[in-house]
């Protein structure tokens, strides 16, 4: 039986490696990706991560056909928002790394500057088969808070943990008029081309607090096997405007109706 689950993970900080950036500073994307968000999952489920080079990790092979969504966390109770038009607050943190295993220079000692999420929070929706064991057990792990492992955004000092977790009925999303995508969307068309367009009326105050904003972001998606072991990426969007009902973000891609949200499962 298939089920979906959704969960708010939070951390203090988040730095999700961009793997095209050397010095002088190492950038993170801003947006949890996929392949993040199954290594959280993984060390929720209690799977092995990477061990070996030109293999993927155990977490990956038994995972990877989940159907996720994503989206940045918004409070409906307090109404909180912990981004800003889809962007998450950054600092850049410097560091020496002196143990003499990480730089071949001379004492051994390599200077690290990293951008760094500050309080990045999302909230994640997984389809889940519990017909097959690893993911029945994760299911039941997420929704009584257990992890076999410490789950991290990113990187091991970036701790994270997860809350309001919650199953949700759902169903196939057919637009019948204009419609909005509450989660980050794989995007195949130009998203201009389907936004409803607004009219500037004068006299008319504006909310300056929800006007409407289009974030897009070049994302991890997969994984491309051997004998690179590097990211795949596509195209997302997120925005808070209304969609034409003949636009198709993607023909690849699923959209569902939960009790509150339309997202797009990948």
Request: proline residues 5%.
């Given at each position: 039986m298939t089920e979906l689950i959704s969960l708010d993970i939070k951390a203090d900080f988040g730095m999700l490696k961009k793997p095209d950036t050397n010095e002088p500073v190492y950038l993170t994307f801003n947006m949890l990706h996929k392949p993040a968000l199954l290594g959280i999952l993984g060390?929720?489920?209690?799977?092995?991560?990477?061990?070996?080079?030109?293999?993927?990790?155990e977490y990956?092979?038994?995972?990877?056909?989940?159907?996720?969504?994503?989206?940045?966390?918004?409070?409906?109770?307090?109404?909180?928002?912990?981004?800003?038009?889809?962007?998450?607050?950054?600092?850049?943190?410097?560091?020496?790394n002196s143990t003499g295993m990480a730089s071949e220079e001379a004492g051994?000692?390599?200077?690290?500057?990293?951008?760094?999420?500050?309080?990045?929070?999302?909230?994640?929706?997984?389809?889940?088969?519990?017909?097959?064991?690893?993911?029945?057990?994760?299911?039941?792990?997420?929704?009584?808070y257990q992890a076999e492992f410490v789950p991290y955004l990113g990187k091991n000092e970036c701790s994270a943990w997860w809350s309001n977790a919650k199953e949700h009925k759902y169903s196939e999303f057919k637009p019948d008029g204009f419609f909005k995508i509450n989660s980050l969307f794989v995007k195949e068309e130009a998203l201009i081309n389907g936004v409803k367009k607004t009219r500037f009326i004068p006299g008319i105050r504006k909310d300056f607090y929800n006007l409407p904003f289009m974030y897009f972001e070049n994302l991890p998606y997969s994984y491309v096997g051997a004998p690179?072991?590097?990211?795949?990426?596509?195209?997302?969007?997120?925005?808070?405007?209304?969609?034409?009902?003949?636009?198709?973000?993607?023909?690849?891609?699923?959209?569902?109706?939960?009790?509150?949200?339309v997202i797009q499962v990948y």
């Amino acid at each position: 039986m298939t089920e979906l689950i959704s969960l708010d993970i939070k951390a203090d900080f988040g730095m999700l490696k961009k793997p095209d950036t050397n010095e002088p500073v190492y950038l993170t994307f801003n947006m949890l990706h996929k392949p993040a968000l199954l290594g959280i999952l993984g060390a929720i489920a209690g799977l092995k991560g990477f061990t070996k080079n030109g293999e993927f990790p155990e977490y990956y092979e038994l995972l990877k056909d989940i159907k996720v969504s994503i989206m940045p966390l918004e409070d409906e109770v307090s109404n909180k928002k912990y981004h800003e038009r889809g962007n998450f607050s950054k600092t850049i943190i410097k560091y020496n790394n002196s143990t003499g295993m990480a730089s071949e220079e001379a004492g051994g000692n390599l200077m690290v500057a990293e951008q760094t999420l500050i309080s990045p929070a999302y909230r994640c929706f997984v389809l889940l088969d519990t017909n097959i064991a690893e993911q029945k057990k994760l299911r039941e792990n997420i929704l009584s808070y257990q992890a076999e492992f410490v789950p991290y955004l990113g990187k091991n000092e970036c701790s994270a943990w997860w809350s309001n977790a919650k199953e949700h009925k759902y169903s196939e999303f057919k637009p019948d008029g204009f419609f909005k995508i509450n989660s980050l969307f794989v995007k195949e068309e130009a998203l201009i081309n389907g936004v409803k367009k607004t009219r500037f009326i004068p006299g008319i105050r504006k909310d300056f607090y929800n006007l409407p904003f289009m974030y897009f972001e070049n994302l991890p998606y997969s994984y491309v096997g051997a004998p690179l072991f590097q990211y795949s990426y596509r195209p997302f969007a997120f925005t808070n405007s209304e969609l034409k009902e003949g636009y198709s973000p993607s023909d690849s891609f699923q959209l569902l109706k939960t009790e509150t949200n339309v997202i797009q499962v990948y």
